[in-house]
Structures are given as structure tokens and as C-alpha cells.
T-cell receptor, first 114, second 115 residues
């Protein structure tokens, strides 16, 4: 069964460093998403992406964040200068359609900022 | 802004019995979707069941069913004949019909199934 895959599963970084989290969405899906979950808190929407551009972003998704689909298969989340409060689990998801399509999630990438 | 609340951080159920997980939400919209997602330990979230707000009939998927009360803004999940594999974190989520697929999640409920 097709799955959304994410790498790395866990990354530890120093504050101020750049981090890239990678995702391979399901191949025929057109819509891509990043969510994050800070330990003990809710899963929060970060950004949605369609047709090579951001279609919606939350207030969390400020200038230190960016997303890219560099080739036909990967979808990346870059955090330019990590802060302690960026420590969280980051989930990638994809769907065939936006409004009615089921979101398929990856297992998540745990980011620890020291 | 829409919010989703799950007031039960943890629940437990005996194998083969029935358990109900609660979810309430707040919205001013009339058309939307509601979901229950299951997240087993160290695994990805998977969709358990969905409900379109315009449908009066409660959704069912095998042992999983919902009690959707639109006026009360309540969306509970009932798991019948609970199995050990049902042990997981369960998230209730809301999605507007007019947006780009953004989900608003509740805090989650950890379900323990006792043999």
C-alpha cells in the first residue's frame, strides 16, 4: 500500500542551524502539507502546497520556514535558523484532492533543537 | 476561528467491550468535515472515519461509528468489540469545506485496551 515516507526520523541540531526535513508523498497525490506537534500539545497545521506554490499557511509558518518540491517526488520543509521552540514532531501529509480527499500522513520527523 | 476539544486525555477499555471517545468543536460554518484519526505508537496517523456535516446519518466503518450531533457540535467515536490493535492515540479533526485541506486537531485521547 502506498505510504508517505519521511526522513530523517529523528534529527538533533544546535540552535541557529538550518534543518531540512524531507518527505516523499504518495505518487499520484497533488496536495502536500506539513503539520507539527510540540510535545504534549496539539497537532498544528503549518502549510499546504499545491501546483508548486503555497496555498495556505498558518501564522506559525513565518519567514524562517520554507517549503519546496525540488523534483517530482520530494517535498521538503526547511527551517532556516532553528530555535529551541522549534523542537517538535513534524508530520508530512499528502492528498489527491484538497476539499474532500483523505490526508495520508507520514510517521513524522522528530526535531530536537539544543 | 474553529477549535476542536477532546476532554479525555486517556481512556481504557476491556477487550471485546465498547468505548466512546468524546470530541466537541466550535465553528460558525455550516458546511465542514469531521474526522477521527488513529495513531498507533511510532506509526503514522491513519483515517478511521469521516463525517460530512451536511449528512444527517452517522458514519460507520465496521466496528467504528460516530455520534454526530450538529446542533450540539459534538462528534464522538464509538469503538465496538474493542481489540488489542485498537490501542493508540485517537485524534478528532475538523476541516472546513472551503479551504485547502487544512485540518484542525483536538488534543488527542490515548486509548488503552486491556486483555
Amino acid at each position: 500500500e502506498p505510504e508517505v515516507t519521511q526522513t530523517p526520523s529523528h534529527q538533533v541540531t544546535q540552535m541557529g542551524q538550518e534543518v531540512i526535513l524531507r518527505c516523499v508523498p504518495i505518487s499520484n497525490h497533488l496536495y502536500f502539507y506539513w503539520y507539527r506537534q510540540i510535545l504534549g500539545q496539539k497537532v498544528e497545521f503549518l502549510v499546504s502546497f499545491y501546483n508548486n506554490e503555497i496555498s495556505e499557511k498558518s501564522e506559525i509558518f513565518d519567514d524562517q520556514f520554507s517549503v519546496e518540491r525540488p523534483d517530482g517526488s520530494n517535498f521538503t520543509l526547511k527551517i532556516r535558523s532553528t530555535k529551541l521552540e522549534d523542537s517538535a514532531m513534524y508530520f508530512c501529509a499528502s492528498s489527491e484532492e484538497a476539499n474532500t480527499g483523505e490526508l495520508f500522513f507520514g510517521e513524522g520527523s522528530r526535531l530536537t533543537v539544543l | 476561528a474553529q477549535t476542536v476539544t477532546q476532554s479525555q486525555p486517556e481512556m481504557s477499555v476491556q477487550e471485546a467491550e465498547t468505548v466512546t471517545l468524546s470530541c466537541t468543536y466550535d465553528t460558525s460554518e455550516s458546511d465542514y468535515y469531521l474526522f477521527w484519526y488513529k495513531q498507533p505508537p511510532s506509526r503514522q496517523m491513519i483515517l478511521v472515519i469521516r463525517q460530512e456535516a451536511y449528512k444527517q446519518q452517522n458514519a460507520t466503518e465496521n466496528r467504528f461509528s460516530v455520534n454526530f450531533q450538529k446542533a450540539a457540535k459534538s462528534f464522538s467515536l464509538k469503538i465496538s468489540d474493542s481489540q488489542l490493535g485498537d490501542a493508540a492515540m485517537y485524534f478528532c479533526a475538523y476541516r472546513s469545506s472551503s479551504n485547502t485541506g487544512k485540518l484542525i486537531f483536538g488534543q488527542g485521547t490515548t486509548l488503552q485496551v486491556k486483555p
